[in-house]
């Protein structure tokens, strides 16, 4: 079985440098795309590399995710352009809007996102001026996009709504909005991004959500190193060195599709076939 990841960030240092490992043992596992994103600048350099060693296997995508717009210097957006058309293969992602971090405590936003400790998360007004400058950037180069969204769904519909649409789609990463909005959303050219962490026991809502999701709008990712799926659909296991704390390696993808499978009671070999189709419409082959 062939499988593609539609996200995850292997450049992270949580890998601690063992990306070559990680990227052998990946492909030992059928894995033979994945699409790595990067946040913020600092990300890029990484991310373009680990393309250019690999290119048959890694989409490199650029972005500013809305938690690290903080970091921008003032020459940011013409940075980001230069980087798109010097990398002509790169995506746009992860880019997005976020109501959830400008909602948190300090302690909170400082477990999830290490760079907001003692940092006032950028508003969401500022949150949208850089999305609608990334996602303009996508669409005027033909590029695909990569959507981050956390409690600003109804803000995200009605901003998509005003721009114009990328001919190509868009992916909504780890998509944990209503079901309502499944079909206003496919409406307008977005995929859907299934994360291994949905498999949990608790995330039944998310799950009933991508049983309305079109087969020809789904995709599987890993959000590698985060999201690390229930201990049963992890065929590989992996810890940061001296901390002990659980990563999730990217190689477990094939379990998470298959665990998707399950959920849409499709089999597993038409689910496959779906995702390559789909992964190739929105990223290219």
């Given at each position: 079985m062939r499988y593609l990841d539609a996200h995850n960030h292997l450049q992270d240092e949580r890998f601690?440098?063992?990306?070559?490992?990680?990227i052998a043992e990946c492909r030992a596992a059928g894995v033979v795309r994945m699409v790595v994103n990067g946040a913020c600048a600092e990300d890029w350099p990484a991310v373009v590399g680990l393309a250019r060693?690999?290119?048959?296997?890694?989409?490199?995508?650029?972005?500013?995710?809305?938690?690290?717009?903080?970091?921008r210097g003032p020459d940011w957006e013409r940075?980001?352009?230069?980087?798109?058309?010097?990398?002509?293969?790169?995506?746009?992602?992860?880019i997005g809007l976020d109501r959830w971090i400008l909602e948190q405590p300090a302690a909170i936003r400082a477990r999830y996102a290490p760079g907001l400790a003692g940092i006032e998360p950028t508003a969401l007004e500022e949150q949208e001026r850089a999305f609608r400058l990334q996602w303009r950037a996508a669409v005027e180069r033909g590029?695909?996009?990569?959507?981050?969204?956390?409690r600003a769904w109804g803000r995200l519909v009605e901003v998509l709504r005003s721009e114009k649409l990328p001919?190509?789609?868009?992916?909504?990463?780890s998509y944990g909005g209503p079901v309502e909005l499944v079909p206003v959303l496919a409406g307008l050219g977005a995929y859907f991004g299934f994360p291994g962490y949905f498999l949990h026991a608790g995330k039944e809502r998310q799950r009933m959500a991508f049983r309305q999701v079109p087969l020809d709008r789904l995709l599987v990712?890993?959000?590698?190193?985060?999201?690390?799926?229930?201990n049963g659909f992890i065929r590989h296991p992996l810890k940061e060195t001296g901390v002990g704390r659980g990563v999730n390696h990217p190689a477990n993808l094939g379990t998470?599709?298959?665990?998707?499978?399950?959920?849409?009671?499709?089999?597993?070999?038409?689910?496959?076939?779906?995702?390559e189709d789909n992964f190739g419409r929105l990223f290219g082959r």
């Amino acid at each position: 079985m062939r499988y593609l990841d539609a996200h995850n960030h292997l450049q992270d240092e949580r890998f601690e440098g063992r990306q070559e490992v990680l990227i052998a043992e990946c492909r030992a596992a059928g894995v033979v795309r994945m699409v790595v994103n990067g946040a913020c600048a600092e990300d890029w350099p990484a991310v373009v590399g680990l393309a250019r060693r690999h290119p048959d296997l890694i989409q490199p995508s650029l972005g500013w995710h809305p938690w690290y717009l903080h970091e921008r210097g003032p020459d940011w957006e013409r940075e980001f352009e230069e980087w798109l058309d010097r990398e002509s293969d790169a995506a746009v992602g992860e880019i997005g809007l976020d109501r959830w971090i400008l909602e948190q405590p300090a302690a909170i936003r400082a477990r999830y996102a290490p760079g907001l400790a003692g940092i006032e998360p950028t508003a969401l007004e500022e949150q949208e001026r850089a999305f609608r400058l990334q996602w303009r950037a996508a669409v005027e180069r033909g590029r695909a996009v990569t959507v981050h969204c956390l409690r600003a769904w109804g803000r995200l519909v009605e901003v998509l709504r005003s721009e114009k649409l990328p001919q190509r789609g868009f992916l909504l990463h780890s998509y944990g909005g209503p079901v309502e909005l499944v079909p206003v959303l496919a409406g307008l050219g977005a995929y859907f991004g299934f994360p291994g962490y949905f498999l949990h026991a608790g995330k039944e809502r998310q799950r009933m959500a991508f049983r309305q999701v079109p087969l020809d709008r789904l995709l599987v990712e890993t959000d590698a190193p985060d999201q690390i799926p229930p201990n049963g659909f992890i065929r590989h296991p992996l810890k940061e060195t001296g901390v002990g704390r659980g990563v999730n390696h990217p190689a477990n993808l094939g379990t998470i599709q298959a665990g998707l499978a399950a959920v849409l009671g499709v089999g597993e070999e038409e689910l496959a076939e779906r995702m390559e189709d789909n992964f190739g419409r929105l990223f290219g082959r």
